[in-house]
């Protein structure tokens, strides 16, 4: 696995995380 697939599961992971605490707020 190389960083940037790394960096953007990463990315892909808060945006989801950040989607999902912005709807139960």
């Given amino acids: 696995v190389d960083e940037e697939e790394v960096g ?3 990315a892909g992971m808060k945006k989801l995380f950040g989607g999902v605490t ?3 707020d």
């Fill in 8 to 10: 953007s599961f990463i």
């Fill in 22 to 24: 912005a709807k139960s």
